[in-house]
Structures are given as structure tokens and as C-alpha cells.
């Protein structure tokens, strides 16, 4: 075979949701890999209120990413349909990305969201996003408590502020 056939052969393609809770960066993620301001980024939570797809195309793939409201425990009618617009998204998908805050405890939020992913079957990587804030002795500490979120394929450190460790975060997308 030639190396034009095995490359096309090759050649991967899928959607990703970005799940997390509100303002763990998960808009700050789909703009950086779209290379321009696709989402609001905002301190205010619930700022994401629809789906927002970004296209990253690679020599070896496209993945269309899928930025989702944050998911979190509703106390009103717009948090309970925010909710479910994750929910769907997450039928929709080929895998997740799980943001977490890494410059924050992980708390209650954080293990709501797991308990809703663990029912999500298809495969799952937890990111720890804004190690740019976070000393790295205690980044150490928050990856081996995020490790008791649950069954992930991945964990990857990432800065989507910065940029750093994004490319490996993309390159075990395409792995996926």
C-alpha cells in the first residue's frame, strides 16, 4: 500500500464534548483551538447557554469540539435545562473531556458531574486545566485526587489560557 492510501486510512474524525463545571475554562479551550473567539468567556457561570462547535482540522483528523453550558446541580428552571443540553450532547458524541478547575478543590460539583459520566459510555478524558495557576507540587496532589473521579481513558494537565500541554490533549483526542 502506498503512503497516500495507508494515510487516508488512517485518517480519524469525531466529535468531543467539553463538560464541566462553570468557569473551569471550558470556553477558553474551544477558543484556543479554533484559533479565534468562538465562545464568550466570562466569571459569570451559565454564560455558555447552547451548544458551540468548533472545527480543528490536523493532517490526521477533524474533530469537532462541542463546548457545553457547565453542568452542575440546578436550583431553577434554566440550570435543570442547561443540564439537559449536556446531557444530549453527550448522546451525541464520539468522547468527553471532563475540565476540571486545577487551581481549585475539587469538590461536590466536580463528583456530580462524574457520577453523571459514569453512565456515559464512550470514552472519557479528564483534563485538570489552568496548571498555569497551580504550583506543581500541588498539581501533583490535585491529579492524584482527580484520580478518584472515576474511570478515564486519560488524565492530561492543561493551561487552555497559555496553550500549554493543549497539543497533547489534541494528539490523545486523535488516539481516541
Do not use: W
Amino acid at each position: 500500500m502506498e503512503d497516500g492510501d495507508k494515510q487516508k486510512k488512517e485518517f480519524r474524525s469525531g466529535f468531543v464534548a467539553i463538560v464541566g463545571r462553570p468557569n473551569t475554562g471550558k470556553s477558553t479551550l474551544l477558543n484556543f483551538l479554533a484559533k479565534r473567539k468562538v465562545a464568550i468567556i466570562s466569571d459569570k457561570p451559565q454564560t455558555t447557554r447552547h451548544r458551540i462547535r468548533a472545527v480543528l482540522n490536523l493532517e490526521n483528523a477533524q474533530i469537532v469540539f462541542v463546548d457545553t453550558p457547565g453542568l452542575h446541580k440546578p436550583r431553577d428552571i434554566l440550570g435543570t435545562h442547561l443540564n439537559q443540553i449536556v446531557r444530549n450532547t453527550l448522546k451525541d458524541v464520539d468522547a468527553v473531556i471532563f475540565m476540571v478547575d486545577a487551581s481549585q478543590v475539587i469538590g461536590s460539583g466536580d463528583l456530580f458531574i462524574a457520577n453523571e459520566l459514569a453512565m456515559v459510555k464512550t470514552p472519557k478524558i479528564l483534563v485538570l486545566n489552568k496548571i498555569d495557576k497551580v504550583e506543581p507540587r500541588d498539581l501533583e496532589v490535585q491529579m492524584e485526587v482527580a484520580k478518584q473521579l472515576g474511570e478515564f481513558d486519560d488524565i492530561v494537565p492543561i493551561s487552555a489560557a497559555t496553550g500549554q500541554n493543549v497539543d497533547v490533549l489534541v494528539n490523545k483526542m486523535v488516539e481516541l
